[in-house]
């Protein structure tokens, strides 16, 4: 039997899990089902994916045949089984990190914030004191240079609170990193720093929440804080810098100031491709902020039953699970300074689209390596005196799932919607499991689920 594994490619499936006798299903990044193999096309299939046994020319034509009507797919499953070759244990979970080649690095340089936004995913405050000290952040962004990342992302926190932001952001442009994006509330953005970001084509990214003065404070429960911030916006484009706008909707009721903040930003002069839409993530303060993500957030997009006679059952796109906000104009190819796609409410290529094609991890202010900026209980490894990123990423402390926990896999990426924003990073999280001193570091930290027991009535 085949382990789990993500599919590479612009297909819009996820992961390919061998159900043995039921055969192959690929679902999709919600635990939908899109594809079966089964009979001899099944065996076909696991054999381009580099599991023995005795060839069936006749399976192969069916496979052949099949595919050739899902090329997509079919490209996926010729990436997969080139990149599955050999590959086990911890580089197995390295590659389903690492997703073809490193994207994008999120680096939260501090959880100290001076807002207190009701739906923040990293329970930001100005009490906070985690913070990575600035050997730390600079080794960092060194090993983000050397190992490939087009994007690298300076966050917290509120990122204007580190004392050397703009020299680590020089720093990681001076290295080679093609897109360097500080992600910032903006309330204190002073010129200063808007000429040294536009000297070194630093990129910025700011959170706005509603055109409405009082409604944008109430989120950031800072007085005045929408004021500045469309200020500093203001200021940022008449100097020339590539500007990004986030706006995320906490509760349904925000749905209609998110729309005009949105509004507003463009009217601000904020290119239309570069202001992102999206809801709160379940993750952090999130968790209260009131809003659940839709499972099933376009109705239209549901697979298909089953009751084909083809050993191939294909299903129609999954939808975006942004759907429950109406659409706005955006463009998922628009690019940055320096190229690299940048839409998308907080992470730019954290989003669909250019995103599925490469990996992404993020280092928290506590010195943890994780997936994503989402995916927080997930610990890759550490940074500091005693890690690194490069060893966190190749040598990554977590398994791809195995045995019967594989089973479960389809629940775990329809629970995983709630908290992760793009398809990549609920595969990500469904297909691995912390092991060695992290498990016993997340089962005391976070629980049962957070180390990969499934929680009471979990599928």
Not at 137 to 155: M, P, R, S, W, Y
Not at 266 to 289: Q, T
Not at 299 to 326: D, E
Not at 424 to 440: D, F, I, K, N, Q
């Amino acid at each position: 039997m085949l382990a789990p594994r993500w599919l590479p490619g612009e297909f819009p499936a996820r992961v390919l899990l061998d159900q043995e006798d039921a055969g192959l299903a690929v679902l999709d990044d919600l635990g939908r089902e899109l594809a079966r193999f089964t009979g001899p096309v099944a065996a076909a299939a696991r054999r381009r994916l580099g599991a023995t046994g005795p060839a069936d020319p006749a399976g192969e034509r069916l496979l052949d045949r099949a595919l050739a009507h899902a090329p997509g797919l079919a490209r996926a499953l010729t990436a997969a089984g080139a990149e599955g070759a050999g590959t086990e244990g911890a580089g197995a979970a390295a590659q389903a990190l690492r997703r073809g080649g490193w994207r994008q690095l999120f680096v939260e340089l501090t959880a100290r914030c001076n807002e207190r936004c009701a739906h923040c995913y990293v329970a930001a405050a100005p009490e906070r004191t985690e913070a990575l000290d600035r050997a730390t952040a600079e080794a960092v962004v060194d090993d983000a240079a050397a190992l490939g990342f087009e994007v690298v992302q300076l966050t917290g926190g509120e990122a204007l609170l580190c004392p050397f932001v703009g020299d680590l952001a020089a720093r990681a442009r001076a290295a080679g990193v093609p897109v360097v994006e500080v992600y910032t509330n903006a309330t204190l953005l002073d010129d200063g720093l808007v000429a040294r970001f536009a000297r070194d084509r630093v990129a910025l990214a700011v959170s706005l929440y509603a055109a409405e003065p009082a409604a944008h404070d109430r989120v950031t429960r800072l007085p005045g804080s929408h004021a500045r911030t469309v200020d500093a916006v203001r200021r940022a484009l008449a100097a020339g810098l590539s500007v990004r706008v986030g706006v995320v909707a906490a509760r349904p009721e925000d749905e209609p100031h998110a729309l005009a903040a949105a509004a507003l930003a463009r009217d601000l002069g904020v290119p239309p491709e570069s202001v992102g839409l999206d809801v709160a993530r379940a993750v952090g303060r999130g968790r209260f902020a009131g809003r659940a993500v839709p499972a099933d957030p376009d109705p239209r997009a549901r697979p298909r039953g089953p009751g084909h006679a083809s050993p191939v059952r294909l299903g129609p796109a999954p939808g975006r699970n942004t759907a429950a906000l109406p659409p706005v104009e955006t463009s998922a190819g628009a690019e940055g300074p320096a190229g690299g796609a940048r839409t998308g409410a907080h992470g730019g290529a954290c989003d669909a689209g250019a995103a599925e094609r490469g990996g992404k991890a993020a280092v928290l202010a506590d010195g943890r390596v994780v997936p994503c900026i989402f995916s927080r209980a997930l610990t890759l490894g550490r940074v500091g005196p005693d890690g690194g990123l490069r060893a966190a990423l190749e040598r990554p402390a977590v398994r791809l799932v195995e045995g019967d926990e594989a089973q479960g896999l389809a629940g775990a990426l329809a629970r995983a919607n709630a908290a992760l924003a793009c398809g990549s990073c609920r595969v990500t999280g469904a297909l691995l499991r912390p092991c060695g001193a992290e498990a016993a570091a997340a089962l005391a930290r976070d629980g049962p689920r957070a180390a990969g027991a499934p929680a009471r009535g979990d599928a």
